[in-house]
């Protein structure tokens, strides 16, 4: 490719609303162009690096046996009912809906569980056509209030998604586990650092998942991770070590005065206990009007992504005073126990306590009486919970609930995210199979998501200086960047023209820069745009027999001699190793 005829041009200086190095340098070095907020068109070169990125894609996609195939961006809606995300409050408005010109109801879908499911229901029908994996490259749209980063949030965007169908859960392990192995492997090739972390499931459903982060300081995602055995989580879904309060045995329950007392602090003070001592409620109303009462020791806060996966990714908010009073619960000093007496009144509480709770020890909780609070609470002997689980918070600076270290906190973001979703899309579209006895069963299905455009701006965050973008060459748009020092009808000129046919000969990938520009200007463009390889003709190369040669990551230049040129591009780009990560600029 001639720089000379190449559509789009490099830009001095970014955008003022450019924030991020990954943003600022796409866009100077004319890998994209916005045309609406969070919309972006890829101009040639930006393009070809996601050619080469999912090149890589399909090479480890095929070597685990997916196969290939498309799903339509525009989709009935009725497929979205039936599974129930069409009317959920998640994934709510960011799930772009319209009607076609005969009033049917459609979607512009965010991801395809629900396509794949209805394809698997008309192709599956068999235990013997089963495992299956499969994948595709496609357009999502996620109509996103508040785009940002450039690529690495976007209403539009570019997905590789897989999903497994297997016959039972043993088969959804193994084809998780094969796909998870084959997501590092295109991280790696890309020459991107990655964190594999336990993550929440959130509106996707299903019994586990885990992300691929990015560490960045200006991620959207929190992770906590323990340096000392290296354990990591999204903070959504992170453990803690939480101890057991020591103590002897409760003794009978007392109600005491505590006027005033509606948080935990003043009710420890006054008491003059530690909050560890305390039982804490906090109250959510769900999506269906039902309040959630969540217990859970003092000295912890309750994390809402816990506790609505727990309920089964029920959506949550917090309960007003309203809605406190409307159940009978009394704000700042509500009782577990009052629960049973509260539902044979017709009120909807389900209460959720955490596991911290456990312990022979008394607690301080609240006697559903306004200035009054019970001392010597234990549970489970003075009362029951609906569900008992882990719903804690973890914190930087909690101990590792592996090895006990403290627990560090980092911001991330997300380039990568595979779920075990079993059976929910398959039962709700009617996805089965026959096994070996002739019986109907929902086919087990898992899913596998990479976000192209995301994975290419991460690469610029981790690869980049104060000049520009340094490519790997696993993904570069072109091998070589062949710079012509001389005017258009010279012997140089002639000379740089051959260089560039030979090359392309050999099967190397040239940006040839034949403007007639300054040579501040080509050397400026060449580190900012960020290709692998610099050659560079001039008639003193010519005069010494042989080219200039610069490796972007490397301040060396060197001469090469033209009988060697082949062979050193080659072993440049074979040798390539990634530099230590640039922090952004």
């Known amino acids: 490719m001639r720089l000379s005829h190449l559509f789009g041009h490099t830009l001095r200086e970014a955008p003022s609303d450019a924030e991020m190095p990954s943003h600022q340098l796409a866009l100077r070095a004319a890998l994209v162009r916005p045309l609406s907020q969070g919309i972006y068109a890829y101009l040639p070169?930006?393009?070809?690096?996601?050619?080469?990125?999912?090149?890589?894609?399909?090479?480890?996609?095929?070597?685990?046996?997916?196969?290939?195939?498309?799903?339509?961006?525009?989709?009935?809606?009725?497929?979205?009912?039936?599974?129930?995300?069409?009317?959920?409050?998640?994934?709510?408005?960011?799930?772009?809906?319209?009607?076609?010109?005969?009033?049917?109801?459609?979607?512009?879908?965010?991801?395809?569980?629900?396509?794949?499911?209805?394809?698997a229901r008309q192709e599956?029908?068999?235990?013997?056509?089963?495992?299956?994996?499969?994948?595709?490259?496609?357009?999502?749209?996620?109509?996103?209030?508040?785009?940002?980063?450039?690529?690495?949030?976007?209403?539009?965007?570019?997905?590789?998604?897989?999903?497994?169908?297997?016959?039972?859960?043993?088969?959804?392990?193994?084809?998780?586990?094969?796909?998870?192995?084959?997501?590092?492997?295109?991280?790696?090739?890309?020459?991107?650092?990655?964190?594999?972390?336990?993550?929440?499931?959130?509106?996707?459903?299903?019994?586990?998942?885990?992300?691929?982060?990015?560490?960045?300081?200006?991620?959207?995602?929190?992770?906590?991770?323990?340096?000392?055995?290296?354990?990591?989580?999204?903070?959504?879904?992170?453990?803690?070590?939480?101890?057991?309060?020591?103590?002897?045995?409760?003794?009978?329950?007392?109600?005491?005065?505590?006027?005033?007392?509606?948080?935990?602090?003043?009710?420890?003070?006054?008491?003059?206990?530690?909050?560890?001592?305390?039982?804490?409620?906090?109250?959510?109303?769900?999506?269906?009007?039902?309040?959630?009462?969540?217990?859970?020791?003092?000295?912890?806060?309750?994390?809402?992504?816990?506790l609505s996966a727990a309920l089964g990714g029920v959506d949550l908010a917090p309960a007003s005073a309203e809605d406190l009073r409307a159940a009978g619960l009394v704000a700042g000093y509500a009782s577990p126990m009052d629960v049973p007496a509260l539902r044979a009144q017709g009120k909807r509480i389900r209460v959720v306590g955490d596991d911290s709770l456990i312990s022979p020890a008394g607690f301080a909780a609240g006697a559903n009486e306004e200035g009054y609070h019970y001392i010597n609470v234990n549970y489970p002997r003075d009362f029951a919970v609906d569900l008992l689980t882990d719903i804690a918070l973890a914190r930087e600076g909690d101990p590792c609930p592996r090895c006990g270290g403290a627990l560090a906190l980092q911001r991330a973001i997300e380039v990568g995210h595979v779920f075990k979703l079993g059976t929910r899309y398959s039962e709700a579209l009617g996805a089965t199979y026959l096994d070996a006895e002739g019986q109907a069963r929902p086919i087990v299905l898992g899913s596998y998501g990479i976000g192209l455009g995301r994975l290419l701006a991460c690469i610029i965050e981790q690869h980049h200086d104060a000049q520009g973008i340094i490519w790997p060459p696993s993904v570069a748009p072109f091998d070589v960047h062949l710079i012509l020092l001389g005017q258009p009808g010279t012997e140089v000129a002639a000379a740089a023209d051959g260089l560039y046919e030979w090359l392309k000969e050999r099967g190397f990938e040239v940006l040839y820069d034949d403007r007639n520009e300054r040579a501040g200007v080509k050397f400026n463009d060449a580190d900012l745009i960020g290709i692998p390889v610099r050659l560079t003709v001039s008639d003193r190369t010519i005069a010494q027999g042989g080219v200039e040669m610069k490796l972007r990551w490397e301040a060396e230049r060197r001469l090469v001699p033209e009988a060697q040129i082949s062979e050193a591009v080659s072993q440049a780009l074979a040798a390539w190793k990634a530099p230590a990560k640039n922090p952004p600029c």
Request: charged fraction near 25%; glycine fraction near 8%; proline fraction near 5%.
């Open 45 to 119: 070169l930006g393009w070809r690096v996601i050619q080469r990125i999912a090149r890589i894609m399909r090479q480890e996609m095929e070597a685990i046996g997916a196969q290939e195939l498309s799903m339509p961006l525009v989709q009935p809606a009725s497929l979205w009912q039936a599974t129930g995300r069409y009317q959920a409050p998640s994934p709510g408005p960011a799930l772009l809906r319209f009607r076609d010109r005969n009033e049917r109801e459609m979607v512009l879908a965010m991801t395809h569980e629900e396509a794949l499911a209805d394809l």
């Open 124 to 306: 599956i029908r068999s235990y013997r056509q089963l495992p299956q994996l499969v994948y595709h490259i496609q357009t999502k749209y996620r109509d996103e209030p508040r785009p940002r980063g450039g690529l690495i949030r976007t209403r539009e965007f570019l997905m590789k998604d897989a999903y497994s169908l297997d016959a039972d859960q043993a088969g959804l392990d193994a084809a998780y586990d094969r796909v998870y192995a084959a997501y590092l492997r295109i991280f790696q090739r890309c020459g991107l650092e990655v964190l594999a972390v336990e993550a929440a499931t959130g509106m996707m459903g299903g019994a586990a998942s885990h992300e691929f982060m990015v560490l960045h300081p200006q991620g959207e995602d929190s992770l906590l991770f323990c340096q000392a055995c290296g354990l990591a989580a999204n903070e959504e879904v992170a453990r803690l070590d939480k101890g057991m309060l020591d103590g002897p045995p409760a003794g009978p329950i007392q109600r005491v005065a505590t006027p005033g007392a509606t948080t935990i602090a003043a009710l420890a003070e006054m008491l003059g206990i530690s909050p560890r001592q305390t039982f804490k409620a906090v109250f959510y109303r769900s999506s269906e009007g039902e309040i959630i009462f969540a217990v859970i020791r003092g000295d912890l806060e309750v994390n809402e992504a816990k």
